[in-house]
């Protein structure tokens, strides 16, 4: 049981100073930029919240987050299961099962921009594996620079490749801390496959399952690297995703106001649905 | 309900065995009759939860059969033995309520609802978790949990065999015998035939018309309680059920006597057989003191409640003995008597002197 | 050989098809690359590796990297372990607000960022020096650490600290000689993630520098826009990106999937 002491606070100061210059500074300036207006120099004007209203009523932000839930809700479909039927094939121990892990881990070391210039490489038609094998082997038109489809599949894919290992590594912690007794007791009541992965397997990677939507929903919901050297957001805006835009217009258009409440509202709905998500996940344990 | 025979049984973990040594079970024959409550005692490692588990067909053994009432089910696969086990950690499915889990077995075998019913009823009321029946599974203490595997076990009424793998292990100890008496009681109720695995001579003895006691992956000896108490046909017997355990002194034989440390010893009968190790075997209960015998030195005197343990040498052998009363003092010499009906002679572990003919 | 390791064996496949693409780039001429495809370097050649570690805006790429790297891990490790042992060992106003709103840093999407940790950093002359970067990737880094670190702590017995108490240890003592061994487990597995983040991650990274903190990776990108069909080049650099971290993973193979497993949800 942990005892009630203030003091603790002492050991929190250095995390709480940390994070609160890199988090706290920056956001009054995303604050204090997304209620005014600049014309440079220096000179600001009051707008209120004038460039809120203008952001969500505008069509551009309000297609770039409609991709990027498109994009989350694709990653996460296909991730997550595809994460578990992995981890469930897994064997349990033995020689292979670290090599297994490094590769499998592999992808998640690479620098973001490498992952988007890899992919890049391998999807390039002629050049590419890929792209050579779609395009000569099997005669299917694939080019990603002019194609929105082709350009979708292959971000959907590349994060697929990228993060799936994520989903793996949980489930599969999460797998191996079941005892065998389970297992047998199973076959001696007579389960189905089916009824062990549902009754046994399922609820003993639920907590491991939880953290892996929530990294996934967090990460793929902010992502920006890979895609931006992949296909710059297009063909057109076809991939522009929030994050993408959002840079497009702080640091391209240098569109201070409007990029800082689009900041503020992108945090927001991050903020929101992870909360959705968490609590529809652990609402059982409450009960 | 059914008898269970286990003929020519051994098993090796290893894919090509070489000697005994590479075999964690040497050669098992035993029969365990229908309806029979039977303990399987044995240290850590001899073996008893692998022959559990080739029982209830988690493992298949390397060689040999396993039999219910003449029925060759070696190759079956666990779910169609009718067998249930109960493990040492309880096994019970988190998500779903006690009644679901209690009816789980009878639900993945197609059991109609109004019979899964009835059953669980019934299996409810004999363990005591009616009232339970509608909570989560998950948040129950662990007898609770250890009742209700055990009610997975028990709610099939097909069933050949129960088996328990050292259930009591995660029990609180006031809980223990509580749920010992219950295991007793279901016993008397369900007539089932019930295998018991431990490592615990009191929960063996307590439990079991029957205990099979093993060591190094063979049986020593199958017996009574009170025929393993009093004639050990082992040294390794002797030693583990019992507390303090029977003494095995070295000693010479010769002709119907035995001679330890220069001192003659009257046996239960004559001694058979030649050559190897001898000792002599004799409990601590029925060694006494005298005004006569072997001349011992003692050394510790413990008091455990009911009776005291004396520890004295003889020559350089220790040995116990266990008094209620005409407690010697430590460092004072006496003389000990062994009981001649009561003192045996092994040769190489084994019983090498007759019983006497009553 | 099962059919279910079918499964693993095709994903592992899939996961390695690209990699080995990269690779097998890097060993090709330009030439080559431009002249069509070839599943194997037909003519197998180091050029591109030489050019990266004879010319300085390509290795000092690396020792940017590597840099920054090890001074966000070292700091974020150490500022997270008082923290973690204070969340598992104590409760005291608004600790859990407090978990929560370390871990809600963790969502903040870079992009959002990116723009006021340039002028920060600029208005304190930090920038294009690896501390900013350190320091900025200390956001979501730290968060993790505290977590991971919590959830390993919480596994170590109460009694630990009493007993060393009662031998009269003193609590500095105590927590470097007794208790961080006994987690050494759980800080090597913050400190892989701490490393892992902040190594892949490049928007930041890119923003906080211009030429002598640039890490590899954004070296990478400019010379891709800018030389146009340097493929060759372009693949022996991102190769060499991938051996640490692939050297890292090595290290902590038997713990990654235990560590994520401790922590906390």
Not at chain 2, 197 to 214: G, I, N, P, R, S
Not at chain 3, 101 to 127: C, D, E, H, K
Request: charged fraction near 15%.
């Amino acid at each position: 049981m942990r005892t009630e002491n203030q003091k603790a606070w002492f050991f929190v100061l250095p995390v709480l100073a940390l994070v609160a210059f890199n988090a706290l500074v920056p956001m009054m300036t995303v604050v204090n930029y997304s209620v005014q207006e600049t014309f440079g120099n220096n000179q600001f004007f009051w707008e209120g919240l004038g460039w809120f209203e203008q952001i969500l009523r505008s069509d551009r932000f309000q297609a770039a987050l409609g991709r990027q839930f498109l994009f989350t809700f694709l990653i996460l479909l296909i991730e997550v299961p595809l994460g578990i039927i992995v981890a469930l094939s897994m064997p349990r121990k033995g020689f292979w099962v670290p090599v297994c892990l490094v590769l499998m881990a592999l992808p998640m070391l690479i620098p973001w921009n490498v992952v988007g210039s890899m992919w890049n490489i391998f999807t390039l038609p002629k050049i590419g594996l890929l792209g050579y094998f779609l395009n000569d082997v099997l005669g299917i038109n694939y080019d990603m620079t002019q194609q929105p489809l082709s350009a979708w599949i292959t971000v959907v894919i590349m994060d697929v490749w990228h993060w799936t290992s994520l989903v793996v590594l949980l489930c599969y912690a999460g797998l191996v801390s079941i005892p065998d007794a389970y297992y047998q007791a199973a076959k001696i009541d007579g389960a189905s496959p089916w009824s062990v992965f549902r009754y046994i397997q399922l609820p003993k990677m639920k907590t491991v399952l939880t953290i892996a939507v929530l990294l996934r929903f967090m990460d793929s919901f902010n992502i920006y690297t890979e895609p931006f050297v992949l296909t710059g957001g297009g063909p057109g805006n076809s991939t522009t995703l929030l994050s993408i835009d959002l840079v497009k217009i702080a640091l391209g258009q240098f569109d201070l106001g409007p990029a800082a409440a689009m900041s503020l509202i992108y945090f927001a709905i991050t903020l929101l649905v992870s909360w959705v998500f968490y609590t529809l996940m652990t609402k059982d344990d409450a009960q | 309900m059914a008898q269970i025979k286990l003929s020519n049984l051994k098993h090796s973990y290893m894919p090509t065995p070489k000697g005994p040594d590479d075999y964690a079970l040497k050669e098992i024959d035993v029969t365990w009759r229908d309806g029979g409550a039977y303990a399987l005692l044995g240290p850590s490692g001899c073996g008893k939860s692998t022959l559990l588990n080739i029982i209830s067909g988690l493992l298949t053994p390397s060689e040999g059969q396993i039999l219910f009432d003449d029925r060759d089910v070696t190759a079956l696969p666990p779910d169609q033995r009718n067998i249930a086990q109960v493990f040492q950690f309880p096994v019970i499915y988190d998500t779903m309520t006690v009644g679901e889990n209690l009816a789980f077995p009878l639900k993945n075998r197609g059991v109609d609802t109004a019979t899964i019913k009835r059953r669980v009823d019934e299996i409810a009321e004999m363990l005591d978790v009616t009232e339970l029946l509608k909570t989560r599974a998950s948040g129950l203490s662990p007898d609770n949990k250890q009742k209700i595997s055990m009610g997975r076990g028990l709610v099939r009424d097909d069933v050949n065999a129960v088996m328990f793998d050292e259930p009591l292990t995660v029990i609180d100890p006031h809980l223990k015998w509580k749920l010992r008496s219950k295991l007793k009681e279901l016993h008397q109720r369900v007539r089932a035939t019930m295998i018991y695995v431990t490592h615990d001579q009191t929960e063996a003895l307590t439990f079991a018309d029957e205990v099979v006691v093993m060591q190094d992956g063979e049986v020593v000896q199958i017996g009574t309680p009170v025929e393993l108490f009093e004639r050990p046909q082992h040294t390794f017997v002797g030693h583990f059920i019992g507390s303090p355990g029977m003494n095995v002194l070295p000693c010479e034989a010769r002709g119907d006597r035995a001679v330890f440390e220069g001192h003659d010893v009257m046996l239960e009968g004559p001694i058979h057989g030649d050559g190897g190790r001898t000792d002599l075997g004799i409990r601590p209960e029925y060694v006494g003191f005298g005004d006569t015998g072997i001349p011992a030195h003692v050394t510790k005197v413990s008091d455990i409640g009911r009776h005291y343990v004396v520890s004295a040498m003889v020559g350089n052998t220790a040995l116990k003995a266990v008094t209620e009363h005409s407690v010697p003092e430590p460092g004072s010499q006496v003389f000990l008597q062994f009981k001649p009906e009561q003192s045996r002679v092994y040769r190489d572990g084994w019983i090498a002197s007759e019983e006497r003919a009553q | 050989m099962k059919k279910r390791s079918l499964i693993p064996i095709l994903y592992i496949a899939f996961l390695m098809l690209p990699i080995y693409w990269l690779v097998a780039m890097s060993f090709k001429t330009t030439n080559e690359i431009l002249s069509g495809f070839s599943l194997f370097p037909q003519t197998f050649t180091l050029e591109n590796y030489i050019t990266i570690f004879t010319d300085p805006t390509w290795y000092w790429g690396y020792i940017n990297s590597i840099a920054y790297v090890t001074i966000n891990t070292v700091l974020s490790v150490c500022v997270a372990l008082p923290a973690a042992y204070a969340f598992s060992r104590y409760r005291f106003l608004g600790d859990k607000q407090l978990f929560f709103w370390l871990l809600t840093n963790r969502m903040a999407p870079a992009a959002v960022f990116a723009l006021p940790f340039f002028q920060l950093y600029s208005s304190i002359g930090l920038f294009d020096t690896y501390l900013a970067v350190a320091l900025a990737h200390t956001l979501f880094n730290v968060p993790l650490a505290v977590w991971i670190l919590e959830g390993f702590m919480r596994g170590i017995p109460k009694e630990l600290d009493e007993t060393a108490y009662v031998d009269g240890y003193s609590f500095p003592r105590f927590f470097v000689t007794i208790f961080l061994p006994n987690i050494k487990a759980g800080v090597g597995v913050a400190a892989f993630f701490c490393f892992m983040f902040s190594w892949v991650e490049m928007l930041l990274a890119k923003t906080l520098t211009a030429v002598e903190a640039k890490p590899i990776a954004a070296v990478m990108t400019r010379t891709a826009s800018s030389a146009g069909y340097e493929l060759g080049l372009l693949a022996a650099a991102g190769t060499l990106t991938i051996i640490p971290g692939a050297i890292v993973i090595w290290f902590v193979r038997n713990y990654i999937a235990r560590g994520f497993a401790m922590g906390r949800v």
